[in-house]
């Protein structure tokens, strides 16, 4: 038997031997302090008894007060598992997962031939709770459910030595939890196993299932922006919102408004510290057994909820951060990366939880994660006339901020099992039928199929037993693929393919089987013309006007021309100027479907809206954000900020196990329910500054901001390259016209006889002489 630790070894059940009292009092009278004079020859005597009697028992005496005895009377057998599929992995969220295969053998090796009454083996979801309900009750601390279980061996059966396999298999749905060890509450999947011999106690295996969760999905960049009254303070944090716990992960932060002039004196807030700080909150449900559940008691009185939160990762610094307070555009500028650290976790528990919403998993547990950010700045004052000339003040900020994060694991290599096996049929024997040697196979049922379903796509080659000799034999087939009909597509929630399969049957042999698949692409053709799209954002007077191409190809970029109008006003003598700090576009794809219902889960009398099922799914397939590269005048009364980028598909914004693109499909048009559209979004970050008409080198930065988005639809389709329409390209096809020409005789010649019945209208303007006749044949 494998021993949980790792070892092979086979697992006893000890049985003690029958304890009396008269077995412990001789020791109890060694000890004992109050021993007679006159008993020390008999307790001598005792003494010598029990010291023989121990070595013939070979009994040993036990603090804890317990007499053991070695059992060798085991079953010459031991268990060991062989796990056939990765380690468990549930993709995306409890909504949306497809769940994970757990599969693999029971190994018996059994070294004499044993009785075996019955082989069991069962999986079970555990749910401990370290802080119960009732105190010292295991029916509160200790919840159960028994996911499947095995029946390997039903019946009593002899088995012979040798090495005995008995496979395995489970689906674990995706709305299932994944194992989790915090200090309020644990959830593991143990997989146990007993075997029964006769004639002996029942031998055991016992392990764990540690079952992951990966949430999918992009992550872009997320911006998150506070300001600090009374003073002018601007903090602006880009960090991902989506954390693994191995490696680090950059924040980076920028301080703007950092310092300000009022009349000859300029204030100055300089940084002196900076903390970062990554916390756990557990949050759990502790429910009460139906011993301590009170009869008319309501459902909140019968759990307890327990909270727990715990650091996972911090650290300190003093310097290292950018600043600049000579200009008039002051900032500082840091960049740090943040993680997981061991060194904060309690011990017997784990490092870390991944992040679990408690209307997904059905225990009541919900663990979030937070990043915190606190600052540390101090005031100073320095004249205008004398910049170098700095006095510290003793007013200080401390300024927090903090961030919700998705501590999850990472997806790896791995795709979900629905995405990389094949379909899983129901009621499938373990292995195909058998078949008599002496009979061929019979295969005139086949001949019963549907002739509507047959009669688009299929060809009888050989529609009769014939005799083929070696060579090579060549069979022509050809269809019209009506232009109504989809094309291939493959996105995370529907796929569309064309799949070629042929079939050759042999007397005597098993079927050969030939399968491929047709990529089937559409690609609209058509002029199109520099697009132009205007918008204005209130309560400014931005106006953004952008040209680009509605039509666009998966290969390649494609450019986008922008220009930023009404970005600077007079008001008395402040000038207001909106300056562009960042732009980023994004590329999305949305896909809506029907999944429809089979003749087996479709209710009886049911409209035919619940026969079917809206799923919709949104990617991203490109997007990039730049900080710089625009043309600006801010100094004219024509001011405008002008940019040209380029936009396209990337590879590295699509989920594992599905294409990179799909190309435009309009539900009307392909008859299956499935449509598919795209968006370009553009997002620009605009800061307002205030200028001196008099002094207009001197600009003072606001912590007022503005963040602009526009949207424009495109179509995305492939490129019809230097091919046409196959009715535009090849000569017309007649109907009844033969495979191949006429057969003519070798030994009789031609008769051209009948060439002289010809119109001899047609005839005579070419005769020279009327005389002049045909020579004969």
Request: proline share 8%; with cysteine.
């Amino acid at each position: 038997m494998a021993h949980p630790s790792g070892h092979n070894s086979p697992t006893t059940t000890p049985t003690s031997p029958s304890l009396h009292l008269s077995d412990l009092i001789p020791i109890i009278r060694h000890f004992s302090p109050a021993a007679s004079p006159s008993a020390s020859d008999s307790e001598g005597d005792n003494r010598q008894n029990r010291k023989k009697k121990t070595r013939k028992h070979h009994r040993t005496f036990s603090p804890f007060g317990l007499l053991y005895k070695k059992d060798d009377d085991q079953p010459k057998v031991s268990l060991d598992w062989l796990v056939e599929t990765p380690p468990v992995m549930f993709h995306d969220d409890a909504s949306r997962s497809a769940g994970a295969l757990f599969t693999g053998m029971m190994h018996l090796d059994v070294e004499e031939t044993v009785q075996v009454d019955s082989f069991q083996a069962s999986l079970q979801l555990h749910v401990h709770q370290k802080r119960p309900f009732a105190k010292h009750c295991t029916e509160c601390s200790d919840q159960y459910t028994e996911l499947k279980h095995w029946d390997f061996l039903p019946k009593a059966v002899t088995l012979t030595p040798g090495r005995h396999a008995y496979p395995f298999s489970i689906h674990l749905r995706g709305h299932n939890p994944e194992s989790i060890d915090t200090p309020v509450v644990a959830i593991s999947y143990e997989f146990k196993a007993q075997i029964h011999c006769a004639g002996f106690h029942p031998l055991s295996f016992e392990r764990d299932v540690p079952v992951k969760r990966s949430l999918l999905g992009s992550d872009p960049l997320h911006q998150s922006m506070r300001v600090f009254p009374p003073t002018n303070v601007k903090a602006t944090v880009f960090l991902n919102r989506v954390i693994h716990p191995s490696g680090t992960h950059k924040v980076q932060l920028r301080l703007d408004g950092i310092a300000s002039l009022e009349g000859k004196s300029l204030e100055i807030w300089k940084l002196k510290r900076l903390a970062w700080k990554l916390e756990e909150t557990v949050c759990t449900a502790a429910p009460a057994c139906s011993s301590h559940a009170a009869e008319g008691t309501s459902t909140d009185q019968l759990t307890v909820r327990r909270n727990e939160a715990r650091i996972l990762g911090e650290k300190e610094m003093h310097g290292g951060w950018k600043s600049d307070y000579n200009t008039s555009d002051a900032r500082i500028e840091f960049e740090f990366e943040y993680g997981l650290t061991t060194r904060h976790t309690r011990k017997r528990d784990a490092m870390y939880a991944c992040d679990v919403r408690a209307a997904a998993n059905g225990t009541g547990t919900e663990i979030s994660h937070s990043l915190s950010i606190e600052m540390l700045l101090s005031k100073e004052l320095a004249s205008s006339d004398i910049p170098n000339l700095v006095l510290a003040t003793s007013d200080a900020r401390v300024l927090r901020m903090r961030h919700a994060v998705i501590l999850t694991e990472a997806p790896g290599l791995g795709v979900a099992w629905d995405a990389e096996l094949p379909p899983v049929y129901d009621d499938v024997p373990p292995s195909p039928p058998s078949y008599p040697k002496d009979a061929p196979v019979e295969y005139e049922n086949l001949e019963a199929l549907d002739e509507q379903e047959r009669r688009p796509s299929h060809w009888d080659f050989l529609p009769k037993a014939v005799t083929l000799t070696p060579g090579r034999h060549a069979y022509p087939f050809s269809i019209h693929l009506r232009g109504h009909n989809p094309e291939s597509i493959d996105t995370p929630v529907v796929a569309v393919s064309y799949e070629f399969k042929a079939q050759i049957h042999c007397a005597g042999f098993h079927p050969l089987s030939f399968e491929r698949d047709i990529p089937v692409k559409r690609a609209l053709l058509g002029s199109d013309p520099l697009h132009q799209s205007m918008r204005v954002f209130p309560p400014t007077n931005v106006k953004a006007t952008v040209f680009l191409n509605r039509v666009i190809h998966p290969s390649g970029t494609h450019k986008v021309q922008l220009r930023l109008d009404g970005i600077t006003s007079l008001e008395g003598k402040s000038l207001e100027i909106w300056k562009l700090k960042r732009l980023a576009w994004k590329l999305e794809e949305t896909v809506c479907t029907t999944a429809p219902v089979c003749s087996r889960h479709a209710a009886e009398g049911a409209s035919t809206d619940q026969l079917t099922v809206r799923r919709n799914e949104a990617r991203i397939l490109g997007g990039k954000e730049m900080h710089g590269g625009w043309k600006s005048d801010y100094n004219t009364s024509d001011a405008r900020v002008e940019f040209e980028f380029e936009y396209g598909l990337t590879t590295r914004h699509t989920r594992k196990g599905d294409a990179m693109y799909a190309c435009d499909v309009r539900a009307a048009a392909d008859g299956t329910g499935t449509e598919i559209s795209h968006s370009l979004s553009i997002e620009m970050l605009l800061s307002k500054e205030l200028a001196s008409s008099d002094i207009p080198n001197l600009v003072l930065a606001t912590s007022d901001a503005r963040v602009l988005r526009m949207r424009h639809a495109v179509i995305l389709t492939e490129a019809p390259g230097l091919g046409v329409a196959w009715d535009a390209e090849l000569p017309p096809v007649y109907d009844d016209v033969p495979p191949s020409p006429p057969s003519y005789p070798k030994d009789a010649p031609v008769e051209y006889e009948n060439l002289e019945v010809l119109d001899e209208q047609e005839r005579r303007p070419s005769v020279g002489n009327s005389e002049t006749s045909l020579p004969s044949a």
